[in-house]
């Protein structure tokens, strides 16, 4: 037995019998009960307060992340660094159920897609999870079985890989002026191989006789695909998609527009399906034409 530990229990030796004592001169007068508990709970907390921030006690590592992102599906490895454990236990907790996970090397939960990772003599104890869901989002904390505990949190983000364009579900434009459709693409393993994009059922050809169509792809963490239509006309109205090979397609409705004919943004509001806010800046915009239209007619402007 090491001189440390030997202080240890010398020193637990020692707040066993003073409680003892304590308890026992109790027995004279009953309202001394409730100074020995009093007693016993300062003396717990402070005593052990002090004796976990000693040079002997065990501490994480400030350095180990405390904010991992994982994708759905792909493993994900949630890390703590314990300085001198000595024989300590390191555990894994789940704060959403408040459910065990690990403990030391051995995994205590049923869901086979927890594992307990570490290697004799480091100081890295892992909870490695295989395809995790966006359910499994949410803080982790590794603890260290001192008395009281002392844990490091750990917050979790699954996400999944996501497709948006940025002009939202429905674009108005006039007519004559230029189609810009701006693609991001996120959260992929890698960068997507090929972004394509389709007007309608047909895939865009940039070599088509239309002419006026090109495209800027930037790849990386975060993808973007630019495309610009220029000088619009009906017949690019309509639904455009963004389809990368490795996430889902994203797509919105182009209305062109010409100031003789707002009935045609009208019907374009009636025919799609539009999110609430979508709807009401179709309506606004459909009432703006309308006047804009009456105007011109009556006052020839």
Not at 232 to 250: E, H, I, K, L, Q
Not at 256 to 283: F, N, R, W, Y
Request: one cysteine or more; hydrophobic letters at 35%.
């Amino acid at each position: 037995m090491g001189l440390g530990t030997a202080a240890v229990v010398l020193w637990l030796s020692l707040l066993h019998g003073f409680l003892f004592l304590l308890a026992d001169s109790g027995t004279e007068n009953p309202n001394d009960v409730t100074t020995v508990d009093l007693s016993s709970r300062r003396f717990r907390a402070e005593f052990l307060q002090e004796w976990q921030g000693s040079p002997d006690a065990p501490y994480f590592d400030a350095s180990t992340p405390r904010n991992i992102t994982g994708l759905v599906g792909h493993p994900v490895r949630l890390l703590c660094r314990v300085k001198n454990l000595q024989n300590r236990t390191v555990s894994w907790v789940r704060h959403r159920d408040i459910h065990l996970l690990t403990v030391g090397r051995y995994t205590y939960t049923s869901d086979q897609r927890f594992e307990a990772q570490h290697k004799p003599r480091s100081e890295e104890w892992a909870l490695r999870i295989r395809s995790p869901q966006r359910r499994d989002s949410g803080q982790y904390e590794c603890q260290i079985s001192t008395t009281p505990p002392i844990g490091h949190a750990v917050y979790l983000n699954i996400v999944e890989p996501e497709t948006v364009i940025s002009s939202g579900p429905e674009l108005f434009i006039q007519a004559e002026s230029t189609i810009n459709l701006t693609c991001t693409v996120r959260h992929t393993p890698e960068p997507p191989t090929s972004i394509t994009w389709t007007h309608g059922e047909q895939v865009i050809n940039f070599d088509s006789a239309r002419g006026g169509i090109s495209l800027v792809t930037e790849k990386g963490l975060k993808s973007t695909s630019r495309l610009l239509v220029q000088r619009a006309r009906g017949a690019d109205a309509g639904v455009y998609t963004c389809g990368p090979n490795n996430a889902p397609s994203a797509a919105t409705r182009v209305h062109v527009l010409s100031g003789e004919h707002p009935a045609a943004m009208q019907q374009g509001c009636a025919k799609t399906t539009l999110d609430k806010t979508a709807s009401i800046l179709c309506c606004l915009l459909s009432i703006y034409f309308s006047t804009r239209t009456t105007f011109n007619l009556h006052f020839g402007t």
